[in-house]
């Protein structure tokens, strides 16, 4: 099951052995907005410098608690600026094609070393 992006903070500040007050004090936060956040009841997900000192301080993929957050990491978002006629259609054939997408994913997770060797 996927952890929502709170649980996924709140059980890494617990394993840090942080309280809320700590650890929102370490990334310049209000303790009460944390809170919300790992309740999953923010009004609207924290900006990405917020979310990567949170990955840091919790030993977090930075890049997947931005997803988690509802986010698009800013460099992703610029590429997609950069190449934004072409992703109507790579997202409209990837809902109508599953195979596809599993293979765009398939390809995007490739450890790097094996698209050299393959």
Sequence with gaps: M???FGQ??????????FSQRELAKLIGLDFTYLSKLE???ADYPPKEDVIRSLGQHLDLNEEELIFSAGRIPQRDEDFIKQNYKGMPALFRRMQE???FAKR???????????EKQG
Excluded: C, H, M
């Design 97 to 99: 094609n599953p195979d």
């Design 2 to 4: 996927n952890q929502s």
């Design 8 to 17: 996924l903070i709140r059980e890494a500040r617990k394993d840090k052995g």
């Design 39 to 41: 309740n999953d009841r």
């Design 104 to 114: 765009v994913f398939r390809e995007a997770t490739q450890p790097e070393n094996e």
